[in-house]
Structure formats: C-alpha cells, structure tokens
Antibody, heavy 118, light 110 residues
Framework: EVQLVQSGAEVKKPGESLRISCKGSGYSFISYWISWVRQMPGKGLEWIGRVDPSDSYTNYSPSFQGHVTISADKSISTAYLQWNSLKASDTAIYFC???????????WGQGTLVTVSS | QSALTQPASVSGSPGQSITISCTGTSSDVGGHDYVSWYQQHPGKAPKLMIFDVSNRPSGVSNRFSGSKSGNTASLTISGLQAEDEADYYCSSYTGTSTVVFGGGTKLTVL
C-alpha cells in the first residue's frame, strides 16, 4: 500500500526556521516526483514545487521560488519542505503528494499544520 | 502563473447533475491534456477524481466525468448524492514541469 506520512504539527515564531517531512512507503521512492501543496486557512490549494527523488532536481512555482526549499533523501525515502525565515503568512496546512503522471497527484500525505505566530 | 478560474460555488439537489468549469489559458488547460480534478472534504487531504481530462482512477464512481474544450475544462457529477458535498479543485500541467490549481468550488447538495 502506497503511503505518504508527514511530520506533525508545528508552532513557530516569525523569523524561525523549519523543516517538515514526508516519508514514502509501499513503492519505489525514487520512481515518482514528490510535490508540496499549500492550503492557507479557509483557502484553496496552491502548488509550491516538486523534487525528483532520484537526483534531487527541483522545480518551484514562481510564487514560492526563493522563499522555500524542497529536497529529498532517497536513502530514507523522505522529502522535505524547508523555510529559513518564517512569516505569519506561512501559516497553512502543507500537503505532500506523489506525482502519478504530468500534473496528476494520486497519493497525498495527511497534511502538516504550520502555525507561525509571535 | 495565475490560478485557474473556477466558480466559487455550485449547488444541486440529490439525483441531479452539476457541472463545474475550470478556465485557464493556452499555456495550461488549452495547451495540454493534463487536467485533473480533486475532491476535498473538510479536514481531509484531496482525493484524485479525474486525470488527463477525462480518465477516472480505479475506485472512483462513474458518476464523475471530465471534458475539455479549448481553454476550459469541466467536471460533471451526475446523480448527485449527499456524500458529493465537498470542495472541488481542478489542476493543470503548464508545460514547464509546473502545476497550477484552480481556486476551488464548493459544491452544496441541497
């Protein structure tokens, strides 16, 4: 069974750094890109970017480029989403999702709630 | 890279059919047959309902169907059921290894 299991909820202060994770199991981790998707409170889905776990190549939405970093460690089948300096506007639920085909995400993590507040 | 345009809300009675539109540009929806639709219930992760414009993953009811004309894709749900009440999102591949989502549509089953 394909599973994406994300790390738990986080509460941080503005300016702090954070890395959340997404561990894949039940399939060949290096065979499928992992994307990250943001959902701000009461709002829609926004594609942040993706990583190819086989070579760690990344693509980002222009809206997120430079503000977050996506990476992967294929040795432990885990993808990451990282911030160096959080803002209150980063408060959201973040989902990881496995690419099935171009633009298609069939498997999703359970979501990680990130709360940034002073 | 602007979000795809969806109606904010649609509604229908049980047994009826509804259609949700998703309008993009020739760079995304109109330029590729890689449009997907997702269903999201409150507090849950999105669920893939349609991929590649009109294909259903295994296990998704055949009451859900997708189509595309020009820069606009559509999701049709026939025989509405109470359990269909949820938020629906379209997405499209953009050709530069990036993806764009629609703003989402809240479906209310009356």
């Amino acid at each position: 069974e394909v599973q994406l299991v994300q790390s738990g909820a986080e509460v941080k202060k503005p300016g702090e750094s954070l890395r959340i994770s997404c561990k894949g199991s039940g399939y060949s981790f290096i065979s499928y890109w992992i994307s990250w998707v943001r959902q701000m409170p009461g709002k829609g889905l926004e594609w942040i970017g993706r990583v190819d776990p086989s070579d760690s190549y990344t693509n980002y939405s222009p809206s997120f480029q430079g503000h977050v970093t996506i990476s992967a460690d294929k040795s432990i089948s885990t993808a990451y989403l990282q911030w160096n300096s959080l803002k209150a506007s980063d408060t959201a639920i973040y989902f990881c999702a496995r690419r099935q085909a171009a633009g298609t995400f069939q498997y999703w993590g359970q979501g990680t709630l990130v709360t940034v507040s002073s | 890279q602007s979000a795809l345009t969806q109606p904010a809300s649609v509604s229908g009675s049980p047994g009826q059919s509804i259609t949700i539109s998703c309008t993009g540009t020739s760079s995304d929806v109109g330029g590729h047959d890689y449009v997907s639709w997702y269903q999201q219930h409150p507090g849950k992760a999105p669920k893939l309902m349609i991929f590649d414009v009109s294909n259903r993953p295994s296990g998704v009811s055949n009451r859900f169907s997708g189509s595309k004309s020009g820069n606009t894709a559509s999701l049709t749900i026939s025989g509405l059921q109470a359990e269909d009440e949820a938020d629906y999102y379209c997405s499209s591949y953009t050709g530069t290894s990036t993806v764009v989502f629609g703003g989402g549509t809240k479906l209310t089953v009356l």
